[in-house]
């Protein structure tokens, strides 16, 4: 979860929302990514999505079955869905996002097989979208 901090960091760093995401496979993180959808002019840009489309890229595959993401704030509904499409072992996430989460539509929307982690770095990672939101109504 702290290189997925660093990300989003870096996020920050170029005005992003600061959310990062990794991808870790057989102990080894094989994607890292960050928002990027002011710099891409890309809604779809999240961190998540580009973690996923390196992490196919480096596999070669586009079934995550043995990967574990790792993101500092909660999936949106659009991020969950590609979770579900690409099959991932396992989602990480550090905090909860009241608004945009996929969990406030009641609906598990992550693959069957997929065990969900909360609670990483929660602190760090809410207080980091907190001064983000509260820099920006200034």
């Known amino acids: 979860m702290r290189e997925a901090y660093k990300q989003a960091l870096y996020a920050q760093e170029e ?3 600061p959310i990062g995401a990794v991808v870790v496979c057989q102990n080894k993180i094989i994607a890292r990514a960050y928002n990027q959808t002011e710099k891409l002019n ?13 992490a196919a890229n480096h596999l070669g595959n586009k079934y995550l079955h043995d990967c574990t993401l790792y993101v500092t ?6 991020c969950a869905g590609a979770s579900y499409w690409s099959q991932l072992k396992r989602i990480v996430y550090a905090t909860n996002d009241e608004k945009r989460g996929y969990r406030r539509t009641g609906v598990n929307l992550l693959h069957p097989k997929t065990e969900l982690v909360t609670g990483i770095l929660a602190h760090e990672c809410a207080q980091l979208m907190s001064d983000f939101f509260r820099a920006k109504r200034i």
């Open 15 to 17: 005005g992003e929302i």
């Open 42 to 54: 890309d809604v779809t840009a999240h961190a998540e999505m580009l973690a996923f489309t390196a």
């Open 73 to 78: 704030v909660e999936p949106c509904v659009m």
